[in-house]
């Protein structure tokens, strides 16, 4: 099963980092680790995905622990639009897109 | 445009009534997949399939089928749906390999009376 345990919510202020902590100690060697969020009335979006090494996008960065069985979704100025349910998910071969309970984001002015 | 599209957006129907909420991907993605979302319950996942003519269940599939005839759609079926089936619905597809991202529909809104 490829679990992952992420906190129920967290609190930012506006133009703060926020840093959104998963655990996965289940991860095998090939799967991925991919962030999903849920802005409200909104379908999932894509945010960031790796395998291995640290990875930046436009929209975030993403650290991965050595042994892979932590990550950590990094905003580096959270804003009043970041506001959502953030989803930390593994894909592996098979029933790749498994989704757990997210972290509710709330963003303060 | 990348889109997964579905429709209809809102729906009202009555108990055994059946219904099809459809699902369309303009992408040629091999996987894609039904989850329905409650309050306090999360993305739980209905049916999904591998590519044409593959489909599996997922956590909660009992009152729902599913069919892969083509690519690029993928209904879900409620052949008598009940109460208890009022859900948001939402629709995904992606390519197999696993460095590519998913794509998710805007949701299709049930209310089941």
């Known amino acids: 099963d490829a679990k992952t345990t992420q906190p129920n919510s967290m609190e930012s202020n506006e133009e703060e980092p926020v840093h959104l902590p998963c655990n996965h100690s289940?991860?095998?060697?090939?799967?991925?680790i991919h962030w999903y969020r849920q802005l409200p009335s909104q379908g999932p979006e894509y945010v960031i995905h790796g395998l291995t090494s640290n990875v930046n996008n436009r929209m975030a960065s993403l650290a991965i622990a050595e042994d892979r069985k932590s990550s950590t979704l990094i905003l580096h100025r959270a804003t009043l639009r970041d506001a959502a349910v953030y989803y930390c998910i593994l894909r592996r071969a098979g029933n790749m897109l498994t989704f757990g309970g997210g972290t509710r984001l709330m963003v303060k002015p | 445009e990348a889109q997964v599209t579905q429709n209809p957006r809102y729906l009202i129907t009555v108990t055994g009534k059946k219904l099809t909420v459809t699902c369309s991907q303009n992408?040629?993605?091999?996987?894609m997949s039904w989850y329905r979302q409650d309050p306090g319950l999360g993305l739980r996942q209905i049916y999904y399939s591998m590519n044409v003519e593959v489909t599996d269940k997922g956590d909660v599939p009992e009152g729902y089928k599913v069919s892969r005839k083509e690519k690029r759609n993928f209904p879900l079926i409620l052949e008598s749906p009940s109460p208890n089936q009022t859900s948001l619905y939402f629709c995904?597809?992606?390519?197999?390999?696993?460095?590519?991202?998913?794509?998710f529909g805007q949701g299709t809104r049930l209310t089941v009376v």
């Open positions: 289940t991860i095998s060697g090939t799967d991925y």
């Open positions: 995904a597809s992606s390519l197999v390999p696993l460095n590519t991202e998913a794509f």
């Open positions: 992408m040629n993605h091999e996987y």
